[in-house]
């Protein structure tokens, strides 16, 4: 069965370090999500990815955070310069064309100390 | 924009029990509903999915959930529960018919089941 894979599985930073999250999605899906879950909370969305355009933003996905689809196979999300408030499951999910069901990595999680 | 409510923050339960637990969702339009299921350190995984057509859906590991759209609820229910079901559960709608939707997530439900 087909996965979103994602690496690292923990990336411990210091302070102020840029980060890179790396996503391989689904190799036939179109479309690209990273979403965030600080511990204890709920999931929240960050940024939605298609046609190698940003097509949707929340609030959180300022100017320390972008990403990019360096090639036919990776999805990135880099953090510049890393909080504090920054520690959290990052997760990487992809749909297709033919359905909403989005379809979820098993998560990075970055500790920023 | 879309928003997902989840009254119940901790439910415990024992072995046998059944299971309900509330979503609300705030949407005028079209909306595609899901529940998922993140057991302890892992990630998240679908339970099952509402799209169209007949409200009430099975998803795995005998949960079921019904879309009342009147109500704009999506209540998750299992008629016996286990001690493996221990985890958190999360409700989430994604607006629109298009494939490309972000999903809004509910706060979660943390499940405690006993023996």
């Known amino acids: 069965e087909p996965e979103v894979t994602q690496t690292p599985s923990h990336q411990v930073t210091q302070m102020g370090q840029e980060v890179i999250l790396r996503c391989v999605p689904i190799?036939?899906?179109?479309?690209f999500y990273w979403y965030r879950q600080i511990l204890g909370q709920k999931v929240e969305f960050l940024v939605s990815?298609?046609?190698?355009?940003?097509?949707?933003k929340s609030e959180i996905f300022d100017d320390q955070f972008s990403v990019e689809r360096p090639d036919g196979s990776n999805f990135t999300l880099k953090i510049r310069s890393t909080k504090l408030e920054d520690s959290a499951m990052y997760f990487c999910?992809?749909?297709?064309?033919?359905?909403?069901?989005?379809?979820f990595g098993q998560g990075t999680r970055l500790t920023v100390v | 924009a879309q928003s997902v409510s989840q009254h119940n923050h901790h439910v415990i339960l024992s072995e046998a029990a059944s299971l309900e637990l509330g979503c609300n969702y705030s949407?005028?339009?079209?909306?595609?509903l899901f529940w998922y299921v993140q057991y302890p350190g892992q990630h998240l995984q679908l339970l099952l999915k509402?799209?169209?057509?007949?409200?009430l859906v099975k998803g795995i590991k005998g949960f079921e959930a019904e879309f009342i759209k009147s109500k704009f609820s999506f209540n998750l229910r299992k008629p016996s529960v286990q001690w493996s079901d221990t985890a958190e559960y999360f409700c989430?709608?994604?607006?629109?018919?298009?494939?490309?939707?972000?999903?809004?997530f509910g706060t979660g439900t943390r499940l405690q089941v006993t023996l």
């Open positions: 509402y799209f169209s057509g007949d409200p």
């Open positions: 990815f298609y046609n190698n355009e940003i097509s949707e």
């Open positions: 190799s036939n899906h179109l479309y």
């Open positions: 949407y005028g339009g079209t909306v595609n």
């Open positions: 989430a709608v994604t607006a629109g018919t298009g494939t490309a939707s972000k999903l809004t």
């Open positions: 999910a992809s749909t297709g064309t033919g359905s909403p069901e989005a379809f």
